[in-house]
């Protein structure tokens, strides 16, 4: 008898079923990282820069999107380069299987140039922001786009201008630590980019929440080609919009940038943001100066801040008085909002009080106490310490003074500085 005569028919029929029932009971309803079809987001991801600048990273991108939807389980990618589904209307024959914006929680985008949306496709996409509560996720030149629609700019919280250094090293600070698409990375990091300079308008610390920007203290900002009027150069920035939520980030000029885990974090983190499945504040930068502390000055320092790079590069860094000084010149001659001597004072006073360095070898015992966290009778054997000992150079070398709480010392020891330094 043949196996696939009757009786092998059944028996094989019997494995396929044991076989499919081994397999539901390892994965249940399709699921795939721990969602079911039905439970998982719907992201429809747009490449299309036929109208623009096409990078070569944006395959390479629109893949790990994807891939980032299926190894997590949060969403299933719909990949277009064409703009046909950016409408809330059914989608006419000849095409088939169709979508339209009703079907999906976000959008993605790495577009560039003006497009070819009719007036009702760009009215159904503020709409699925503004009026259904969905979102938008911006990547590199996801916002050089329409610059002839100011909504849209306005919209994603502001336009490309250009990148007058190319691709460089820089150093980003970031500013909103608790957001979902910022908490996995360092306070501060370097990162070779592409950075982009936005537009002076419609991009406000007013209107968006800036996550992160780079360092700009070491850029030749007087060049022609740079257009803005401060230092302001953010790399990933979040806002709500009506009821929805859009992101930008400035990474994914080069493929390479895409198999970094941090970035791909980043963009799945936002993403989750934007289909309003995570919380993140996205409060305006301007608005929040809730972490600083009350003191005298503070309205100077916040004033100041919030129109450049923001609160939290203050809280970031540690200074001595002179640099401080340094800091504030430097600021009020980008245009900060600090008048007169008396209040340039007054933000030196506060900046050094709460975010300083004091010097051990020269600062009085009451900057020692206020400054470096010093106890009274610390602060007395320091100055003891030094003059009959002379200069200390290192940590190590404070840690001789007798008297110290050497373990409290370590924990504070970013508010320390030597001479020199």
């Not at 005569?5 to 399709?30: C, I």
């Not at 502390?293 to 008085?321: F, I, K, N, Q, Y």
């Not at 007054?346 to 050094?352: D, E, N, P, Q, S």
Request: glycine share 10%.
């Amino acid at each position: 008898m043949h196996i696939f005569g009757r009786p092998g028919r059944l028996l094989a029929f019997a494995v396929v079923v044991a076989l499919v029932a081994v397999l539901q009971a390892q994965n249940p309803a399709g699921q795939r990282g721990g969602a079911t079809a039905s439970a998982r987001k719907k992201l429809l991801v747009l490449g299309d820069t036929h109208t623009g600048y096409t990078h070569d990273s944006i395959g390479h991108a629109l893949a790990v999107i994807d891939k980032l939807g299926r190894d997590s389980g949060v969403y299933d990618t719909y990949i277009r380069t064409d703009s046909q589904w950016i409408t809330k209307r059914d989608v006419a024959a000849p095409a088939r299987n169709a979508r339209n914006l009703n079907y999906f929680d976000a959008v993605f985008l790495f577009i560039s140039g003006e497009g070819d949306w009719t007036d009702q496709q760009k009215q159904d996409f503020v709409s699925f922001v503004k009026d259904d509560g969905k979102g938008v996720v911006g990547a590199h030149t996801g916002n050089g786009a329409f610059y002839e629609w100011p909504e849209f700019g306005e919209m994603m919280g502001g336009y490309f201008d250009n990148h007058p250094w190319g691709i460089w090293e820089g150093t980003v600070v970031v500013e909103a630590p608790e957001f979902p698409a910022m908490r996995h990375f360092p306070r501060t990091f370097k990162m070779t980019e592409e950075y982009y300079v936005l537009r002076d308008k419609p991009y406000s610390r007013e209107k968006v929440r800036v996550l992160a920007h780079v360092d700009t203290s070491g850029l030749d900002l007087t060049r022609p080609d740079y257009h803005r009027k401060d230092a302001d150069m953010p790399v990933a920035l979040a806002r709500t919009y009506g009821k929805g939520r859009t992101f930008w980030s400035n990474f994914g000029h080069a493929a390479d940038t895409w198999d970094n885990p941090d970035i791909q974090k980043m963009y799945l983190e936002a993403i989750k943001w934007a289909m309003g499945l995570t919380p993140g504040d996205a409060t305006p930068s301007a608005q929040s100066g809730t972490e600083l502390p009350a003191g005298d000055g503070r309205d100077v320092v916040v004033a100041a801040c919030s129109g450049c790079h923001g609160l939290s590069t203050v809280t970031e860094a540690r200074r001595t008085r002179t640099s401080w000084e340094d800091v504030v010149d430097e600021m009020t001659g980008l245009g900060a909002k600090i008048d007169g001597d008396a209040a340039k004072e007054k933000a030196i006073g506060y900046l050094r009080r709460w975010f300083g360095r004091v010097n051990v070898n020269i600062a009085p015992a009451n900057d020692l106490q206020e400054i470096g966290g010093f106890t009274p009778s610390e602060a007395a054997a320091v100055v003891r310490y030094r003059t009959r000992r002379g200069d200390m150079h290192t940590l190590d070398d404070l840690k001789k003074v007798p008297g110290l709480d050497l373990a409290a010392l370590e924990r504070r020891k970013e508010r320390i500085a030597f001479t020199g330094q």
